[in-house]
């Protein structure tokens, strides 16, 4: 697929770039946006819940923080393409990038599990916040484990 | 570390600078300059092969074990 569309290495992590920043301006939009996003979100959605009081103010506070864990985990992101754009592939910075994102993502599931006292929908959120949080978790490890291996390999004379 | 680099040594001896050293083993100077501080975790058999031939020793005269 790859080879029929011709693309090089740097077309794609443009695309990733692109991407990333295209998620990073949807996300500054939406931390704008999160009354209407609210309100949008509790009438078409259904009322199965533990706590039957209005949702309006629990769906805006979980959303603010989810935001700034996504902008978070988005800068994190930005920051490890611009490293493997410079050829820094297996650096600790960008172990680091990746833990930063697997917390994010840890953090969102937490914030999802208790705000789904209020929408029971969102324990769906958090089942998958938690489980991009847990891949992200064992590509920090490997990536640890090959920035660890090439400090050995450069310091092999 | 409990293995001692003793390359400067044999250098010394031997009269030739680091410039001269890695240009006739084919390792770049920083290279050499990570295997002299000890700061090299591990060494090819080649290199040291070349070492040895440029240097005209052992590997003993280069490396060397402490137990401290």
Redesign the interface.
């Known amino acids: 697929m790859r080879e029929k569309l011709n693309w090089s290495d740097m077309r794609s992590l443009k695309l990733s770039k692109l991407l990333t920043y295209s998620l990073i301006a949807m996300l500054v939009v939406a931390f704008v946006c999160i009354p209407f996003i609210s309100r949008w979100y509790i009438s078409i959605s259904v009322s199965n819940s533990f706590i039957k009081s209005d949702a309006f103010i629990p769906v805006c506070v979980m959303l603010v923080i989810c935001d700034i864990f996504g902008l978070a985990a988005a800068n994190a992101l930005r920051k490890l393409i611009a490293n493997i754009g410079k050829s820094e592939v297996f650096i600790e910075d960008n172990s680091k990038s990746l833990r930063i994102i697997s917390w994010c993502c840890i953090f969102v599931g937490l914030t999802f599990t208790v705000f789904g006292l209020w929408r029971l929908s969102f324990f769906l959120g958090a089942f998958f916040a938690f489980f991009m949080g847990l891949i992200m978790r064992v590509l920090k490890n490997v990536f640890e484990k090959a920035v660890s291996i090439k ?2 390999n450069d ?3 | 570390m409990a293995i001692i680099v003793n390359l400067d040594v044999m250098m010394a001896k031997r009269k030739i600078s680091s410039n001269d050293l890695s240009e006739k083993i084919g ?1 770049t100077p920083t ?2 300059s ?2 002299k501080t000890g ?6 058999f080649s ?1 040291l092969n070349k070492i040895c031939e440029v240097l005209k020793c052992q590997p003993g005269d280069i490396l060397e074990y402490s137990d401290e």
């Open positions: 400090n050995e310091l092999t004379v | 390792i290279n050499l990570i295997l700061k090299a975790k591990a060494i090819r290199t």
